[in-house]
């Protein structure tokens, strides 16, 4: 399943989020509504949320990175330190642990992004600052100067 699309939705006082419905029966056959969610690595502070078959396959990778390169090790704390095992409820919500509403800065408004294998969690006026930025390195952006973008036509 690849995950796409942008969608602006609220968190309730609770901390809980519901996820779009065109997702949620996807969700439960994947892996039966269990998920994991952690924080992102660098500068941008937004979160991770991966179903569980997904998160495997991510623990499998991190598992091959080495304890003595301190980047790697640090990627790897990071990820797993703030893993956090979240399942569906039966109204298709989960709840965002209160450290990581924090971490991410999430309000009332966010905006949950599909990221092909999992979704991002952003508040809503981070991305949107985010979305700024990215087009204004994009404006006027030498394309042909790149080889990895050289291939794609806008």
Do not use: C
């Amino acid at each position: 399943m690849m995950f796409r699309g942008t969608y602006e939705l609220s968190l309730d006082a609770k901390g809980r989020l519901a996820v779009p419905s065109r997702f949620r029966d996807d969700l439960r056959k994947l892996s039966g509504g269990s998920m994991v969610l952690t924080t992102s690595v660098g500068r941008d502070r937004f979160l991770l949320l991966y179903t569980l078959d997904e998160w495997e396959k991510l623990e499998a990778r991190l598992s091959g990175l080495s304890d003595f390169n301190p980047a790697e090790r640090a990627v790897k704390n990071v990820l797993l330190r703030n893993a956090e095992d979240l399942t569906l409820d039966g109204n298709g919500r989960f709840v965002i642990p209160q450290r990581h509403r924090g971490f991410a800065a999430l309000e009332k408004e966010v905006s949950l992004v599909g990221s092909g294998s999992h979704f991002e969690i952003w508040s809503s006026a981070v991305l949107a600052s985010k979305e700024e930025e990215e087009r204004k390195l994009l404006d006027g952006y030498d394309w042909s100067a790149d080889e990895s973008l050289r291939s794609f036509s806008f």
